[in-house]
Nanobody, 126 residues
Framework: QVQLVESGGGLVQAGGSLRLSCAAS????????MGWFRQAPGKEREFVAA????????YYANSVKGRFTISRDNAKNTVYLQMNSLKPEDTAVYYC???????????????????WGQGTQVTVSS
């Protein structure tokens, strides 16, 4: 079975940084695009960032562009989200997701993703 396990969340002051990790198992990691999504209480899940099979292409939501960086290490079956200059509005549960697709491409819709982690809480205080 496919498992995705996030880690690295926590409480941080505005302007601070966190690095989230997502360890994958039960899948051929190098043939899945990987994405990060987040959901705040009372709000819908939203796309944050994604990276293609080989790691050569990334895409970010406008709200995090320039502050967050997604990367992957296929040898370690791990995807990362480096979050800098954090803002209170970044507070949410962050989910890692895997997307199998026949093309080496990025998709941003949550329904496109085949497996999800349990999530890790990120809280940014002011």
């Amino acid at each position: 079975q496919v498992q995705l396990v996030e880690s690295g969340g926590g409480l941080v002051q505005a302007g601070g940084s966190l690095r989230l990790s997502c360890a994958a198992s039960g899948l051929i990691f190098s043939r899945y695009a990987m994405g990060w999504f987040r959901q705040a209480p009372g709000k819908e899940r939203e796309f944050v960032a994604a990276i293609n099979w080989s790691g050569g292409t990334t895409y970010y939501a406008n709200s995090v562009k320039g502050r967050f960086t997604i990367s992957r290490d296929n040898a370690k079956n791990t995807v990362y989200l480096q979050m800098n200059s954090l803002k209170p509005e970044d507070t949410a549960v962050y989910y890692c997701a895997a997307d199998w697709f026949k093309a080496d491409a990025i998709r941003t819709g949550g329904s496109s993703y085949d497996a999800w982690g349990q999530g890790t809480q990120v809280t940014v205080s002011s």
